[in-house]
């Protein structure tokens, strides 16, 4: 089975742009959760979405939004970047059978992201 | 509110010396226990999980890692480090009620001297 996908493994924008980042969960999954890393806060969770809602969100400003997809494809949103946006963004992925809140999570590579 | 702590924040070991990687929780409810690796520039890997039962748990790489609840631990242990294992660990918490939520230590960086 191939793991979490995520595209682009890099990307450099500059202050004030908006980014969008996708993550493929592996087949089956129907949560995924994105995480932000920084070397300052660590990992921190941004939000989760399973059959296409968003059941849970961590404390970040209304400029980090998401979705899914029917598929259960997601993406995240950052729009008017800022300096501090620069991070290494992981998505995962989990099989959550029943809607269960919690599984077993999955992580992709990371999306790495720099804001000049 | 779940929270960790990874008290270490480097260790360096010796290869073929054992290891203890420590991490306290703190939930009201029965938690969800994770120890997760990761190589630079790279993302997580699930070494091993708790969720119930025995409290000692056995995981990949020859790792395990065992569950006192009256001390809120799950400290990771493996008994002879490899040169490759030099990484950085991670212990997250997370919650049957808190969807897709795991709240992350700050990590311990491991290095493996020859």
């Given at each position: 089975?191939?793991?979490?996908?995520?595209?682009?493994?890099?990307?450099?924008?500059?202050r004030g742009q908006q980014v969008t980042l996708s993550c493929s969960p592996i087949s089956g999954h129907r949560s995924v959760s994105w995480y932000q890393q920084t070397p300052g806060q660590g990992l921190q969770f941004l939000f989760e979405y399973f059959s296409e809602t968003q059941r849970n969100k961590g404390n970040f400003p209304g400029r980090f939004s998401g979705r899914q997809f029917s598929n259960s494809r997601s993406e995240m949103n950052v729009s008017t970047l800022e300096l501090g946006d620069s991070a290494l963004y992981l998505c995962a992925s989990s099989l959550v059978l029943g809607g269960a809140g919690m599984d077993e999570q999955f992580f992709g590579p990371g999306t790495r992201l720099t804001v000049l | 509110?779940?929270?960790?702590?990874?008290?270490?924040?480097?260790?360096?070991?010796?290869e073929?010396?054992?290891?203890?990687?420590?991490?306290?929780?703190?939930?009201?409810?029965?938690?969800?226990?994770?120890?997760?690796?990761?190589?630079?520039?790279?993302?997580?890997?699930?070494?091993?999980?708790?969720?119930?039962?025995?409290?000692?748990?056995?995981g990949i790489k020859g790792f395990e890692a065992e569950f006192k609840r009256s001390q809120s631990s799950f400290n990771l242990r493996k008994p002879s480090v490899h040169w490759s294992d030099a990484a950085e660990y991670f212990c997250a918490v997370g919650a049957r009620t808190n969807a897709g939520k795991s709240t992350f230590g700050d990590g311990t960086t491991l290095t493996v001297k020859p």
């Open positions: 089975k191939a793991g979490v996908t995520q595209t682009p493994r890099y990307l450099i924008k500059t | 509110a779940q929270s960790v702590t990874q008290p270490d924040i480097h260790i360096t070991v010796s073929g010396a054992s290891l203890e990687l420590r991490c306290n929780y703190s939930y009201g409810a029965t938690p969800y226990l994770f120890w997760y690796v990761q190589s630079p520039g790279q993302g997580l890997q699930l070494l091993l999980k708790y969720f119930s039962g025995d409290t000692l748990v056995q």
